[in-house]
């Protein structure tokens, strides 16, 4: 993930925040945000604490949340909720950041470089620095603040069948990493190696002659995003094919991908484009 120059250090003393705590982590792990809320207050001069019931609530909350620096107290999707949303709403670039993790899902989080200990997360809201890191943006409006990768297609069947009887936790977690198909949506193809073109700044890193096993984009340190897909091999193992540029396109039969937490799709084609800088994180100040 790209970052830069460190543009904001915070004060504890004269921090306005507006804590948003995500419903899913109050059930998760209500003690945690206890603790959270009760860092947050002792050390900021004025706390505003939301408890949103769900997205809509969470939404308005952010929107009205005035001068006040936002604070999310939830999981990695929580997380990629809210850049979303400030996202569409075009004010990311006035507003950093901040995230206590608590929940099951936070590799996300970590990989960003936010604290995964409550209390420590908690300080780093009031004592850190912002840091400004890049942004992919899909041709939807889509956000992917850390990776994006593209399974085998299939892949993602062979995990509900995978879930079986006698595993109702796994065939939890499997709707929520997979969601239903709509009525009337395309159905993806069978279980077999993908066929996709894709396109790196309108180059041709791989055409749909080659199938592959699976494609992943990350943001680069460069201000650019980091190509990689690995062909089916056949005999020896096939040797990854890589690329870096700022705009990625991938096209051909229906896919589904997932960007961060959240799976996605199918579609036929989807374009990312890098945005240098876009959005703000505060994190512990070195």
Do not use: N
Request: glycine letters at 10%; proline letters at 7%.
């Amino acid at each position: 993930m790209a970052e830069v120059a460190t543009s904001r250090t915070f004060s504890a003393t004269s921090d306005q925040l507006l804590v948003v705590i995500d419903p899913v982590a109050r059930r998760a792990d209500g003690e945690s945000v206890r603790i959270a809320k009760d860092v947050l207050s002792a050390g900021a001069a004025g706390t505003k604490v939301c408890l949103p019931d769900g997205p809509e609530e969470f939404a308005r909350a952010l929107a009205r949340r005035g001068a006040r620096r936002p604070v999310v107290v939830g999981d990695d999707r929580a997380l990629v909720r809210t850049v979303s949303l400030l996202h569409r709403r075009r004010e990311l670039a006035g507003c950093a950041l901040s995230l206590v993790p608590v929940g099951g899902a936070v590799s996300l989080a970590r990989s960003l470089g936010v604290p995964t200990g409550t209390v420590a997360a908690a300080r780093a809201v009031l004592d850190g620095a912002e840091q400004r890191m890049d942004l992919l943006v899909d041709d939807s409006d889509g956000v992917v603040l850390g990776a994006l990768r593209i399974p085998p297609v299939g892949g993602l069947t062979r995990m509900r069948e995978a879930s079986g009887a006698g595993r109702p936790w796994l065939r939890g977690l499997v709707r929520t990493l997979v969601p239903a198909r709509p009525p009337g949506a395309v159905s993806a193809p069978a279980a077999g190696p993908a066929r996709l073109r894709v396109e790196v700044d309108g180059e041709t890193l791989v055409d749909l002659r080659q199938p592959v096993e699976g494609v992943s984009v990350v943001p680069s340190a460069s201000g650019s995003a980091r190509v990689e897909v690995r062909p089916v091999s056949v005999g020896a193992e096939a040797t990854p094919l890589s690329a870096e540029g700022r705009t990625v396109t991938v096209s051909g039969a229906h896919f589904r991908y997932r960007a961060d937490a959240v799976v996605s799709g199918p579609v036929r084609t989807r374009t990312w484009v890098v945005r240098d800088a876009a959005w703000g994180l505060v994190l512990p100040a070195e």
